[in-house]
Structure formats: C-alpha cells, structure tokens
C-alpha cells in the first residue's frame, strides 16, 4: 500500500510520513509513506492509494477528493492533533478505516443507523 501524507509545504507530512511507516513496520505491514505538498499533489496522486491531507489544508479537501477520485485514492482528512500521534499508531487505524471502507462502501451506512 502507497500512502502520501499532504500539507502546505512538506515539513509537518514528512513527520507524519515517517511515524506511519514506522508504525506499519513495527507491525510487520508492507507500506510505503511519502510526504508531499499542495502543489505537488496532481502528479503524486498517481502513485497513492491513500492521501492523508493535513488538518489545515481542510478548504481543499472537496477539490483533493474529486481528484483522487477517479484513480480509486482514498482521501482523509487528519484530525487537527495528529501530530501528536507520536508512533504512528493512531494514523494508520485511519489508514486502515479508509481502505476498509473502500473494500465495503455501505459499512458506514450501516453503522450510522445500527
């Protein structure tokens, strides 16, 4: 699996990058994480199977989601304390949430009125 975390200019998604791979690692998983930027998003959409947008690039995410969209990338937007997820753990659940929802598209349905 091909994550690519985004923010404005690539300092605070390189941490977050880097916890998540670890993390991955530590639990014997076969990721790959990259940083990226803004700007560099149109041509590193090709190569991810998830984006993880940082919290303060919310206002793009609407235009993130229809981009990815037809390349069949997950986008998820990262809760504002993210970067306190210091091993990674906690983003890559979110990683995971994604894809599971990828794989059952009517599970969050569901589970909104179970």
Do not use: K
């Not at 941490?15 to 670890?22: K, L, S, T």
């Not at 690039?57 to 504002?80: F, N």
């Amino acid at each position: 699996m091909r994550i690519l975390v985004v923010c404005g200019a690539g300092a605070s998604s390189t941490f977050v990058a880097q916890r998540v791979r670890h993390a991955a690692h530590d639990r014997g998983r076969d990721i790959s994480a990259v940083a990226g930027t803004e700007q560099s998003l149109p041509i590193d959409l090709d190569a991810a199977d998830v984006v993880l947008v940082g919290p303060h690039l919310q206002h793009a995410i609407e235009r993130i989601q229809r981009d990815a969209a037809p390349r069949g990338t997950r986008v998820v937007l990262l809760p504002p304390d993210i970067f306190t997820d210091f091993d990674g753990s906690r983003t890559l659940a979110l990683v995971d949430e994604a894809m599971t929802a990828a794989a059952d598209p009517h599970r969050a349905h569901r589970e909104e009125h179970a």
